[in-house]
Each structure stands twice: as C-alpha cells, then as structure tokens.
C-alpha cells in the first residue's frame, strides 16, 4: 500500500478511481459536477493505492478562501483503515501547508463518514437538509 499524490503524470490512477467508484459516486459527488481539471486547484490531490489499483482518494480544495476536505473508500475497502490513513495524511499535509482550518460537507445518512471526522475532532457546524458541515481547526 502507498499515498501517492496525483499529478498530470500519473492523472491515469485518478481516472481509474472515478471510473471504478461504484456505489460510493452516490455519497461522494464531487466529481459529478467537476473536471478531473480541477485538481489544478488543488493543495493535495491523494490515493491510496494498493497492487497498482487505486482504493482511496482525499483531497485537499481552496474555493472562495476556504479549504474543503474530502474522502472517499471503494466499498470494497471500507473497514480496513484507509479513511483514517487518509484522514491522516491530508491533515499532516494541511499543518505544512499552514492551513488553519478545513471543512467538509457529508450526507446525513453517511454515519461511516461522520463517525470518521467525529473520530479526526471535525465539529458539526451547520445542518442543512441532506447535510451536516463540519469544521476542523488547528
């Protein structure tokens, strides 16, 4: 297993991620709406790769001055530990980074997820109607 960091030169894992998320493109949709582009914009663009497949993405994403995290496990590899070895890196990367705070939206039907950023001290700090916004600090 490695944490490699997409870049253009190896972008092709990334679509292979997208390309194979099955059922979990229904709780993590940030690609539905986006270019593979976007990770231009990105401070951190992550996976977790396991006999050369890609099994967990996280992210690291500047909009409007703030900076949004986000996971997400294949279902196939959920309960093994890769959302808290991603959760772990990407906050390492924040704190060189300097990033003070992070915030991630989650669906509220997504009691893996939220127990996953309860467990990295993420605070709820709004509701909405089909989601909670959490927020982590430094």
């Known amino acids: 297993m490695a944490i490699v960091s997409i870049k253009e030169d190896n972008i092709h ?15 993590f949709r940030y690609y539905n709406s986006r270019s593979i582009e976007v990770i231009k914009n990105h401070l951190a663009t992550l996976l977790i790769v396991e006999n050369d497949k890609p099994i967990a993405y996280g992210h ?5 001055n703030v900076v949004w995290l986000g996971v997400c496990v294949l279902p196939a590899f959920l309960g093994k530990g890769h959302g808290n070895n991603m959760m772990s890196e990407l906050l390492k990367t924040a704190k060189k980074m300097h990033v003070l705070k992070i915030q991630l939206t989650v669906d ?16 709820k700090e709004r509701g909405f109607e089909d989601n909670f916004q959490y927020g982590f600090e430094f």
């Open 60 to 64: 690291l994403d500047t909009e409007d």
């Open 13 to 27: 894992l990334l679509k292979d991620f997208i390309e194979n998320m099955g059922t979990a493109s229904k709780s």
């Open 108 to 123: 509220k039907d997504n009691k893996t997820a939220i127990s996953l950023y309860e467990k990295f001290n993420f605070k």
